[in-house]
């Protein structure tokens, strides 16, 4: 194939087990290209790759970029890693993940779904709701569709949708059809110095775009203001008459143009609904039509580690959320408390950056205080070295003693279950590697005494 103006007959990916790398890995092997690369450890998403006949390493030798044609590295990769380097000084063609992202997105009428959160639920949910309803559009996503069984999808229609991630301001390589922004909550003030900084990126991605819908609350912002706005009982497009069903919500969808009355939505939350009406929103503007839509949405499957339940009885649940920033852990207990209610809610969370704890330490006490019980594991660092003073420690001290534990990986399960007061939901939170754990703290419970044996068999 040619790209970028290079006959690509090979690709190799450095940070293959990115979610947003694998799924440029599985588009350029669907178009027959030999794709290779590197991560440092394996994982769900390696994995799934190498049962598709993509070649994965664990370790680095800039022996393995002989013969490419094309590299592709993601700025979480260290500058000195042995593969880096020589990938700097190669023959071969080397672009950043945002830089590929965006040269494959002009061949499309792209959709961008940005946000500090949601753009992974709405993006996923938009991609679901065009494919099921009749438009095939293709899909960049940055999480696991239940529906599509992955993260990429190929189409053979003109639009496109994909997550736009703020992180290293990589959605300004994007110039999309339409833009969507559904929050600014401050984060990532280690790559933009100050939440002032970072409000300036998502300006010159609404500028960037030729359509922009934002989240009624981004339209306070002074620029945002003369953009059409989403939300939940309020905005431009709105759902409105929430009703608890089981695990999900029926709404109406409201704009000037249409009234979809009696919406099913297979997933709780506020907040999801609120994700819900901008992919209905830009569905609609992409010519799906009504009646498709609400057997579409009740369709949705879900995503891997959103609002996920692993595990529902009558007195005993488990869901694990990908929860990362103190807003969606606000969301996601609050979540747990209205469709589960009576409940003790029981967090168990891992931080995700010594910076973004550093930064955010406040936020995540106010945000797992609205829980009853907090176990709270090690930093998980990703792409960073420690920071002096910077510990999961950090954020228990601004919480009451009797409410929060540090908690070993080791110990898990055991601390999980002498904290649980019936009846409980137990919320595993975080971005980095306690996905690891999920599995085993979901047996754990399925098999525990407080798991009836007739409603073991149910999960």
């Known amino acids: 194939m040619n790209f970028s103006g290079t006959h690509i007959d090979r690709v190799y990916f450095l940070g293959i087990g990115g979610i947003g790398m694998s799924a440029l890995a599985r588009y350029f092997r669907r178009e027959g290209v030999?794709?290779?690369?590197?991560?440092?450890?394996?994982?769900?998403?390696?994995?799934?790759?190498?049962?598709?006949?993509?070649?994965?390493?664990?370790?680095?030798?800039?022996?393995?970029?002989?013969?490419?044609?094309?590299?592709?590295?993601?700025?979480?990769?260290?500058?000195?890693?042995?593969?880096?380097?020589?990938?700097?000084?190669?023959?071969?063609?080397?672009?950043?993940?945002?830089?590929?992202?965006?040269?494959?997105?002009?061949?499309?009428?792209?959709?961008?779904?940005?946000?500090?959160?949601?753009?992974?639920?709405?993006?996923?949910?938009?991609?679901?709701?065009?494919?099921?309803?009749?438009?095939d559009a293709s899909a960049f996503l940055g999480g696991i569709s239940r529906n599509l069984h992955g993260n990429f999808a190929h189409g053979t229609s003109p639009w496109m949708v994909t997550e736009a991630d703020e992180y290293d301001r990589s959605f300004l390589q994007l110039h999309p059809h339409t833009g969507v922004i559904t929050s600014l909550d401050p984060d990532?003030?280690?790559?933009?110095?100050?939440?002032?900084?970072?409000?300036e990126s998502y300006r010159e991605f609404a500028n960037q775009s030729q359509h922009v819908l934002v989240h009624h609350t981004v339209s306070s912002t002074s620029w945002a203001s003369k953009y059409p706005n989403y939300g939940v009982e309020a905005g431009d497009y709105r759902a409105e008459n929430l009703r608890a069903e089981g695990l999900g919500v029926r709404f109406t969808y409201r704009s000037e143009a249409h009234v979809i009355e009696d919406l099913y939505l297979p997933m709780p939350g506020k907040h999801n609904v609120s994700n819900a009406t901008a992919a209905l929103t830009l569905a609609l503007n992409c010519g799906a039509t009504p009646e498709r839509l609400m057997a579409s949405l009740a369709s949705f499957s879900g995503i891997y580690r959103r609002f996920e339940v692993m595990m529902h009885s009558e007195l005993l649940s488990h869901v694990d959320d990908y929860a990362h920033h103190p807003a969606e852990i606000a969301a996601a207990i609050t979540a747990a408390r209205d469709y589960l209610p009576g409940r003790q809610v029981l967090v168990v969370f891992q931080p995700h950056l010594y910076s973004r704890t550093r930064d955010f330490a406040e936020g995540f006490a106010s945000s797992l205080a609205m829980a009853d019980q907090v176990l709270l594991m090690d930093i998980y660092p990703a792409r960073e070295e420690p920071i002096a003073g910077v510990n999961a420690q950090m954020i228990a001290s601004l919480m009451p003693g009797n409410q929060v534990q540090l908690v070993a990986r080791e110990a898990l399960s055991e601390q999980i279950e002498s904290k649980i007061t019936l009846p409980s939901v137990v919320l595993t939170l975080g971005a980095g590697d306690i996905d690891k754990e999920v599995n085993s703290i979901r047996d754990t419970l399925v098999n525990s005494a407080f798991v009836k044996p007739q409603q073991r068999n149910q999960n």
Do not use: C, N, W
């Open 188 to 199: 990532h003030l280690d790559i933009y110095g100050s939440s002032d900084m970072m409000t």
């Open 34 to 135: 030999v794709v290779s690369g590197y991560d440092r450890s394996s994982s769900v998403v390696t994995r799934a790759l190498e049962a598709e006949g993509i070649t994965v390493f664990y370790e680095q030798d800039a022996a393995h970029l002989a013969g490419q044609d094309l590299v592709i590295y993601t700025p979480a990769v260290p500058a000195d890693a042995p593969e880096m380097v020589a990938a700097r000084t190669g023959s071969f063609l080397l672009k950043k993940r945002a830089q590929v992202l965006g040269e494959l997105s002009r061949t499309y009428q792209t959709l961008a779904v940005a946000g500090t959160h949601g753009k992974t639920t709405t993006s996923t949910m938009l991609a679901h709701l065009l494919r099921a309803s009749g438009i």
